[in-house]
C-alpha cells in the first residue's frame, strides 16, 4: 500500500507502507524526498542498486533491523550526513508551537508516539511509532494537522493529543524480531517480512489474524532495552526547507 502526496512544486511522492519495524526509515524516505528532491528507499525491496536507509543505518550502528529509537541531536546530526549540503534537521522538544511554526515555514515534522490500533495518538506508552506531519490544512483549526504513516490514508491528527501521547512512551525492554522465508505463503501479509518472537529460538509465531509463520533459521535478531522515555519521549525531528 501506499498513498500519494504532492508536494507545492507540483511532485507527487510516495509515503510507502513499511516493512515490518522500519516506521521511522519510511517516514524519512518520504521527508527526503517531498524536501529535498532525494530518492533514499527506506528498504531494499530487491533493489540492490539504490543503497537502503536501512543498509546505511545497519552499517552505521543506527539500528539492529530498520528500528529508528532516537531523536536526539545526536540523530539529527547523523541524518545530515546523508546529504550534509542539503539536509536541515534538528532535535527540538515536541510542542504544539514548534509544529506550527515548522509547519508554517514549509518544512516537516517526524514525530514519535504511541500508536492504537486505529492509527491514531493514545496515551498507553506502548508501540512507539513515527508520523510525518506535512501541513495545517485548515486555520479555522489550528490545532489540526495532516499526518502520515502507514501508506494507507492520510490521517488529521491533533497537534495537542500527539504532544500528548509522544510524552508518554515508555522504556522498551529487549525484544526478539524474526524473519519470514520469502514465499512461504501465497496470501498478502502486508509486505512484512519480519515479526516479533518470543525468544530467540522461536521456530514460528503467530500474527493478530492468528495465522503461524515460520521464522527464517538464524535469522532472529535481537534489539537491546532502550530508554525510549530518554531518547523519544519530549522529542521530535524537524527538517527545513
Known amino acids: ?37 532525494m530518492k533514499i528507499p527506506a528498504t531494499a525491496d530487491g533493489d540492490k542498486t539504490t543503497e537502503s536507509l536501512r543498509s546505511r543505518f545497519k552499517k552505521d550502528g543506527k539500528t539492529v533491523i530498520g528500528e529508528l529509537y532516537e531523536a536526539t541531536p545526536a540523530m539529527a546530526d547523523y ?13 527540538v522538544p515536541c510542542d504544539v508551537t514548534a509544529i506550527i511554526e515548522t509547519l508554517n515555514g514549509g518544512g516537516l515534522c517526524m514525530v514519535p508516539f504511541c500508536v492504537d490500533a486505529a492509527g491514531n ?11 510525518v506531519l506535512q501541513t495545517i490544512p485548515d486555520a ?28 508518554a512512551i515508555k522504556d522498551l525492554e529487549e525484544q526478539y524480531w524474526g524473519k519470514i522465508p520469502a ?16 525468544t530467540d529460538a522461536d521456530t514460528s509465531v503467530k500474527c493478530e489474524r492468528l495465522l503461524s509463520f515460520p521464522i527464517k533459521p538464524g535469522s532472529i535478531k535481537q534489539i537491546p ?17
Open 1 to 37: 500500500m501506499s498513498i500519494t502526496v504532492t508536494t507545492p512544486e507540483v511532485r507527487n511522492v510516495e509515503f510507502k507502507d513499511q516493512r515490518g519495524p522500519t516506521c521511522g526509515l519510511y517516514a524519512l524516505s518520504f521527508v527526503l524526498e517531498y524536501l529535498y528532491g
Open 79 to 91: 541524518i545530515k550526513t546523508l546529504e550534509a549540503a542539503k539536509i536541515k534537521c534538528q532535535s
Open 121 to 131: 495518538p493514545d496515551n498507553s506508552g506502548i508501540h512507539a511509532h513515527w508520523c
Open 140 to 167: 479555522t483549526k489550528p490545532d489540526e494537522a495532516v499526518a502520515l504513516h502507514w501508506g494507507d490514508t492520510v490521517r488529521k491528527f491533533s497537534m495537542t493529543a500527539l504532544k500528548n501521547s509522544n510524552n
Open 183 to 198: 514465499g512461504s505463503y501465497s496470501i498478502s501479509i502486508e509486505g512484512l517480512d519480519y515479526v516479533q518472537c518470543n
Open 225 to 241: 532495552a532502550t530508554a525510549l522515555s530518554q531518547t523519544l519521549a519530549g522529542k521530535m525531528l524537524v527538517f527545513e526547507k
